[in-house]
């Protein structure tokens, strides 16, 4: 299992930013697949997962309304699309998933999941 976070990067308060997620070894309509954040100097924190039959949840309230988790099944890749950034999104963004698990009903800094893409660095500048 493999997942490769791509698409971060350096934006301005109120800018967009659309996060990739490839994925290799997991097929996306089996399993589950989330995304998490590390903010500088804090703990990480669970922000969405999209599940095997393609429903989202957002686990962290702050993004909602502004986030948008979606998938393409074919290319076995997930996106976050990330609207209106603010400062306090600047965080590095991991991608996880794990062969057993098919829903987004965790939550936790990992959400259970085991296998774990590279980071990508969001920096939201004011």
Same mark, same amino acid.
């Given at each position: ?18 996060? =990739? ?7 996306? #309509?089996?399993?589950? $697949?989330?995304?998490? %954040?590390? +903010? ?7 922000? =969405?997962?999209?599940?095997? $039959?393609? &429903?989202?949840?957002?686990?962290? #309230? ?9 998938? &393409? ?13 603010? +400062? ?9 998933? #794990? +062969?057993? $698990? %098919? ?5 936790? +800094? &990992?959400?259970?999941? &085991? ?12």
């Amino acid at each position: 299992v493999q997942l490769q976070a791509s698409g971060g990067g350096l934006v301005q308060v109120g800018g967009s930013l659309r996060l =990739s997620c490839q994925v290799s070894g997991l097929s996306l #309509d089996r399993h589950a $697949i989330g995304w998490f %954040r590390q +903010p500088p100097g804090k703990e990480r924190e669970a922000v =969405s997962c999209i599940n095997q $039959i393609g &429903d989202s949840t957002y686990w962290e #309230d702050s993004v909602k309304g502004r986030f948008t988790i979606s998938r &393409d099944v074919a290319k076995n890749t997930v996106y976050l699309q990330m609207n209106s950034l603010k +400062p306090r999104d600047t965080a590095v963004y991991y991608c996880a998933g #794990d +062969p057993n $698990i %098919r829903t987004c009903a965790f939550r936790g +800094p &990992d959400g259970g999941m &085991d296998y774990w893409g590279k980071g990508t660095q969001v920096t939201v500048s004011s």
